[in-house]
């Protein structure tokens, strides 16, 4: 006798609603977690990428001057790096700054940055050249000067000692027949703004200075004017192909290192800073006074004859070189003992 098992239609369809609600609970915890994943991914792209942070000590100057765009940019939430600026009175602070590790980029003296890459072992670079000649001689009344020959037996009142002014003072004098040390006397103070207040305030009859200071002193007191062009003697004896490149910008080589992309950014925002201040002179003087390099008057006055330009790659090389060659030969420690190599210009 053959004993058959029968099914039970109610547990079978039990069963079969037991599985099918399992394969929507894992189909459903599937498409949860992709769904999950492309909403994060989506989310990590719109995401901007974190601004470097680019620490600049510039001077009260004309390099200041070509910068205040793009610290009207950073106040606005506009420029592409993340930028910290320091404003000083002299390039010792500047240095300073880099060398303790609290500036990333700062602006000096081409002269010193030759220095500075010595004392480093070539812990720096150069990245643009920022002002070309702005150095003059001032006088006081009607003291009878004409040519730097004239200079002999007299005080001279400058700034700079160690650095591009004196440097490039005590070469045209040696050129035109005065020896610095022995035919003169020349008193260095420590910044532009305290020799700029001496001479306008009628303590000071002779004093050399460079824009826009020279403006500012002028237009403080109407007895003062100026009598050279250093710019023009500079060319006399050397020559229009070889300019007088007074500032440039260098870097930490250690910046450049970690962050080369913040600084191709930066050189970017420093052209377009100094084109608009070159070409832009009401809105760069009362952007040069809210910054508190000088009032806009004196700014908008200053800034055409301030000599400001953007000089990068071979350009920079080359004015640099030609310019460091001459005061080199004529005092190797203007250098920092002797001609830095090519590895000092960041050229990309």
Same mark, same amino acid.
């Given at each position: ?34 769904? %999950?994943?492309?909403? %994060? ?42 930028? /910290? ?75 700079? %000692? ?16 005065? &020896?610095?040390?022995? &035919?003169?006397?020349? /008193?260095?103070?420590? /910044? ?75 050189? /970017? ?9 070159? %070409? ?69």
């Amino acid at each position: 006798m053959n004993t058959k098992t029968k099914s039970n239609p109610i547990k079978t369809m039990g069963i079969l609603m037991a599985i099918l609600m399992m394969t929507s609970l894992f189909a459903g915890c599937g498409t949860k977690g992709a769904n %999950q994943t492309a909403a %994060q991914t989506t989310a990590a792209a719109q995401t901007p990428a974190e601004k470097a942070t680019v620490r600049i000590a510039t001077l009260k100057g004309p390099t200041g001057m070509t910068m205040v765009q793009m610290m009207d940019n950073q106040e606005k939430g506009l420029a592409q790096n993340n930028y /910290e600026f320091s404003i000083l009175g002299a390039p010792d602070e500047a240095v300073a700054k880099l060398t303790s590790g609290e500036a990333d980029i700062i602006c000096v003296p081409t002269n010193l940055a030759a220095t500075l890459y010595a004392k480093t072992q070539g812990k720096i670079k150069m990245t643009s050249i920022n002002t070309l000649g702005v150095m003059y001689v001032l006088q006081r009344g009607d003291i009878d000067i004409k040519s730097l020959a004239d200079l002999k037996g007299k005080t001279v009142y400058s700034t700079g %000692q160690g650095s591009t002014p004196e440097f490039v003072l005590n070469y045209l004098l040696e050129q035109n027949g005065v &020896d610095p040390q022995k &035919d003169l006397t020349v /008193e260095y103070k420590a /910044e532009h703004t305290e020799l700029a207040t001496l001479m306008a305030s009628g303590k000071v009859d002779i004093a050399v200075l460079p824009q826009p200071f020279v403006t500012s002193v002028i237009a403080k007191n109407p007895d003062i004017h100026v009598v050279l062009d250093l710019t023009e003697e500079w060319d006399k004896v050397v020559g229009g192909d070889k300019p007088l490149a007074m500032t440039t910008t260098i870097v930490s080589a250690s910046f450049l290192e970690t962050h080369e992309a913040a600084l191709q950014t930066f050189m /970017e925002e420093l052209k377009a800073s100094t084109e608009f201040t070159n %070409q832009n002179l009401d809105e760069a003087a009362a952007l040069i006074e809210k910054f508190g390099i000088m009032p806009a008057a004196v700014a908008k006055a200053a800034i055409p004859e301030c000599n400001m330009v953007y000089l990068e790659g071979a350009e920079m090389k080359t004015a640099a070189s030609n310019y460091l060659d001459v005061i080199a030969k004529a005092n190797p420690k203007s250098v920092g003992g002797q001609m830095p190599d090519d590895k000092i210009y960041y050229i990309r």
